[in-house]
């Protein structure tokens, strides 16, 4: 059975620095890995879609990394601003369904 | 274009009662999706469905049923509501063949 996981599960740092979160998945056989953002009492915004055929992916300030063999993703925010606290969410998507992590709670004050 | 929407926006219910959640999306998507959040779990799959007039088990289908008799709109029912049933429901829809999935803002749900 798949499971995602994201370490930290909360992070809180001020304004400027760069991020990295992380995200590990146990079974390596997906099609796709991606990062969603979840504002409080929002719905998920997609940020970056990785396929298993490719090492990373980059959106402005976000790059996103993907090594299959070791069931690891990651995600670097550059230079962190406040408007980016929100929730981050990885999921990996196989055979029609997306299996999510748990998130990381990010809060970047001024 | 409005995208997924979801009605209600919340909901509390006393347990035994029943109630159906709505899910409508105007992209003409033929995938879509119901989602559980809860506290320190992530979003779990519920049921899903591939097109018009077909339903599929997710991760955690008890309890629920769904339905999908027209392409823009999947239905969440609960029969008989318990307390574990407390939740953000999230729904979303993606187009066949490719894989972003467009969420609605979700439904908050109180069992008392």
């Known amino acids: 059975k798949q499971e995602v996981t994201q370490i930290p599960a909360a992070l809180s740092v001020p304004e400027g620095e760069n991020l990295v979160l992380n995200c590990s998945f146990t079974?390596?056989?997906?099609?796709?890995l991606q990062w969603f953002r979840q504002d409080p009492g929002k719905g998920l915004t997609s940020l970056l879609l990785?396929?298993?055929?490719?090492r990373e992916q980059t959106s402005g300030r976000l790059n996103a990394s993907l090594d299959k063999s070791s069931g690891r993703s990651t995600l670097y925010i550059a230079a962190s601003q406040p408007g980016d606290s929100a929730t981050y969410l990885c999921?990996?998507?196989?055979?029609?369904?997306?299996?999510f992590g748990t998130g990381t709670r990010l809060q970047v004050f001024p | 274009n409005a995208g997924v929407t979801q009605t209600p926006k919340f909901r509390v219910l006393k347990t035994g009662q029943s109630m159906t959640l709505l899910c409508a999306q105007d992209?003409?998507?033929?995938?879509m999706y119901w989602y559980r959040q809860d506290p320190g779990m992530g979003l779990r799959l519920i049921h899903y469905?591939?097109?018009?007039?077909?339903?599929a088990k997710g991760e955690v289908p008890d309890g629920y049923n769904v339905s999908r008799l027209k392409k823009q709109n999947f239905l969440l029912g609960l029969e008989s509501a318990a307390p574990s049933q407390t939740s953000v429901y999230f729904c979303?829809?993606?187009?066949?063949?490719?894989?972003?999935?467009?969420f609605g803002p979700g439904t908050r749900l109180l069992v008392l």
């Open positions: 979303a829809s993606r187009e066949s063949g490719r894989e972003t999935q467009y």
């Open positions: 079974d390596s056989a997906i099609y796709n």
């Open positions: 990785i396929q298993s055929s490719q």
């Open positions: 999921a990996v998507f196989r055979t029609d369904k997306l299996i």
């Open positions: 992209m003409n998507h033929e995938y």
């Open positions: 469905s591939v097109g018009e007039g077909t339903t």
